[in-house]
C-alpha cells in the first residue's frame, strides 16, 4: 500500500494516535500483569506501526520518525499529568518544547530540499 501527499501525513496521525493508545496501554497493564490492556498494547503498536510504514512510501524517514515520536512524547507528556497525575517540572516543560522547536526546524528544513 502506499499513501499520497495528505493521504500520507493521515496515516503518520494514525501512528501517533495508536502509538499514545499502545503507551497509555503499557502503563495500564502494569508490566502484562492486566490482561486486555496487554492485548491493547500490542494491538495498538501493530497499527501504529503499520501506519507508520505506510506512511514512510511518502514521507522522508527522518521527517516521519521526527514528527512521530516527538509527536508522541509531548502526547504521553500530557497524558501522564491529566490521566496519571504525574507532574512536569518546569524544566521537563523546556525540554519538551525544545522537541517541538526540533520537529517544526526539521519539517522547515525538509521542505526546502
Known sequence: MRAEGAWAWVFLALAIIFELSGTLSMKISHGFTRFWPSVLMFLFYGISFTSLNVALTSIKVGVAYAVWSGAGIILISVAGTVF???RMSLSSV??????????VGLNISAKGH
Open 84 to 86: 496519571f497525575e504525574e
Open 94 to 103: 523546556l525540554w519538551v518544547t525544545v522537541i517541538v522547536a526540533g520537529i
